[in-house]
């Protein structure tokens, strides 16, 4: 007679193992084909983070860095300001990893073997680690974007781009001149107007050439721990960007006070704050007059990770869910034999195999952009459509594989809570849905050509169906140059047309033909369970989401 293991009791009660050290990456066919032409060494990387992503070991880093939630210290026992911000060890752990493998660095420091393709290899990077944990990637991700608008001071950019670049992980509370790297955030919003930054009142004074000292406010600055920030103030001239040191070159406050921290619905890992500064130096970033500019060229990368994001995060729950339903019986038959769900779980998959080849069509595009004008195009036109539409369908796909697992889905320490939790701030940071449509409304009235080169390509890559597909866009631009209301359901349609087309375009064959099918048929918004019937839905689930 042979001992039982904890999984064959918990079997006996019909209750599923954990979808627990199962390799995130391996475990992904349509991930494994994407990746297929990145160099050996990359694919072994990724696949090293694949293994992590779901190890026991590392959700516990994951459960324990949002549980044991970042603390907001303002002063010191003496009545000293400190304005410093503790963190578990758990999220040190988690930055730690991170930025080994370069999340906040590898598309400005790449290799040899990822250039021209160093946005494609860090996107599988996030793309997986958001499998794990999202709430420490903010910080990763605003580092990363922060060099595009350093890049406005050259020599500025000489000086900071070394420790922006090092990936030696320091949390130390010390001048950035003494760190081993350093991390940035950013604030950009104010009470008073929120998206609307021309409304700030933050304000900027010229101390001497290129220095400035700030005063004002900050509704959300991201990543409140970081070293430095990319801020918007007014100077004499306009709107400036600037970069601000949180500690100067002594060791003492450049005048930055936290108010408190965000108590947020999730992304509770990092930190969120308001802060007051008054006195506080900054290093202009271009022109005196150009900080909108200037700091965009940062929110278009922001806008590209948090699209990463949402997929990888969809990704997880939906694997999650076909897990459990593989293991769970109801009616005489698992969960996944009976036709409902197995309808439901393909829809989703579906869904989730779109999303994730369009963020990687747009990384590509990123990586392109420099040589070809129709991927200049692409990047220019897609990158708020995709930022729209993929973490928009995030949170209602994740809830739909939250009711899969049932009532043991809606609990808090399996990682579906974390990631139905998580997904709403990527549908609100670096622009809302509504900001987004408005961004693809400027284009569409400022550059018709670069719609022109997107519409083509995207009819290439649907093959028959392109010229019609492309025609009823056409169409909806039309109506949204009319009535400015309707620009959710163009951005809608040219995302979902856009997605079918990368499927085709990538030889997903059946799961294209699928997608497309009950997508682009009639343009109507579905509910999953209620689409065209024509497609095998136990095949799609297989398929996608093979047994492990």
């Keep these: ?328 019986y109801a009616f005489g038959k698992t969960l996944i034999d009976q036709p409902l769900m197995t309808r439901v779980l393909a829809d989703m998959a579906l869904d989730v195999a779109a999303a994730t080849g369009l963020v990687f069509r747009l990384a590509s595009s990123f990586d392109k952009a420099g040589e070809s004008p129709e991927e200049a195009a692409f990047a220019r036109v897609m990158t708020p459509v995709v930022k729209y539409w993929v973490c928009k369908i995030a949170p209602s796909l994740i809830y739909e594989a939250m009711e899969c697992i049932g009532g043991s889905g809606y609990i808090e320490e399996r990682p579906i809570a974390r990631h139905y939790r998580e997904a709403p701030v990527n549908a609100i940071w670096e622009g809302s849905g509504n900001v987004m449509a408005l961004d693809v409304l400027r284009v569409l009235r400022k550059g018709k050509d670069l719609f022109d080169a997107v519409f083509a390509m995207i009819s290439r890559d649907l093959g028959p169906s392109g010229p019609k597909t492309v025609d009823v866009l056409r169409a909806a631009a039309s109506l949204c140059e009319r009535d400015e209301s309707a620009a959710r359901l163009f951005v809608e349609q040219l995302a979902m047309a856009a997605a079918a087309a990368e499927l085709r375009r990538i030889g997903a064959g059946r799961i294209a033909d699928a997608y497309a099918e009950s997508r682009l048929a009639t343009g109507w918004r579905y509910t999953y369970g209620m689409l065209d019937m024509r497609f095998d839905a136990r095949f799609i689930v297989e398929l996608l989401y093979p047994p492990m």
């Design 1 to 328: 007679m042979t001992d039982k293991t904890e999984d064959d009791i918990f079997a006996s009660l019909n209750q599923p193992p954990l979808w627990s050290g199962i390799n995130a990456y391996r475990s992904d066919p349509l991930l494994v084909d994407l990746t297929a032409s990145l160099p050996r060494g990359v694919r072994d990387e990724l696949d090293g983070i694949g293994r992590y992503a779901t190890l026991a070991e590392s959700q516990e880093f994951a459960r324990m860095a949002n549980e044991g939630v970042p603390k907001l210290r303002t002063h010191g026992p003496r009545g000293e300001r400190l304005d410093v911000i503790d963190f578990h060890p758990a999220y040190h752990a988690l930055m730690r990893r991170s930025m080994a493998s370069g999340l906040h660095s590898s598309v400005w420091d790449q290799t040899l073997e990822e250039k021209g393709k160093a946005h494609s290899a860090r996107a599988v990077r996030f793309f997986l680690t958001s499998q794990l944990e999202s709430g420490h990637l903010c910080p990763l991700t605003m580092t990363n974007a922060s060099l595009a608008a350093i890049s406005a001071s050259p020599i500025l950019q000489k000086e900071w781009a070394p420790r922006i670049l090092s990936r030696k992980y320091d949390s130390s509370n010390r001048p950035a001149g003494q760190k081993t790297a350093v991390t940035l955030g950013m604030g950009m919003t104010e009470k008073q107007g929120g998206t609307d930054v021309r409304a700030n009142r933050s304000a900027a004074e010229k101390v001497s050439d290129g220095i400035y000292r700030l005063t004002g406010h900050k509704f959300f600055m991201s990543a409140p721990m970081s070293d430095a920030f990319i801020m918007l103030a007014n100077t004499e001239e306009g709107m400036g960007c600037f970069l601000v040191p949180r500690l100067l070159e002594d060791g003492s406050a450049n005048g930055l006070r936290f108010q408190r921290l965000k108590d947020k619905i999730g992304n509770r890992s990092n930190a969120s704050s308001e802060v007051e500064f008054s006195g506080t130096y900054g290093y202009l970033l271009g022109d005196p007059d150009a900080g909108i500019r200037t700091i965009l060229d940062m929110v278009t990368l922001t806008r590209l990770d948090c699209a990463v994001s949402s997929a990888g995060l969809m990704r997880a729950s939906l694997a999650e869910a076909v897990h459990h339903t593989r293991g769970r």
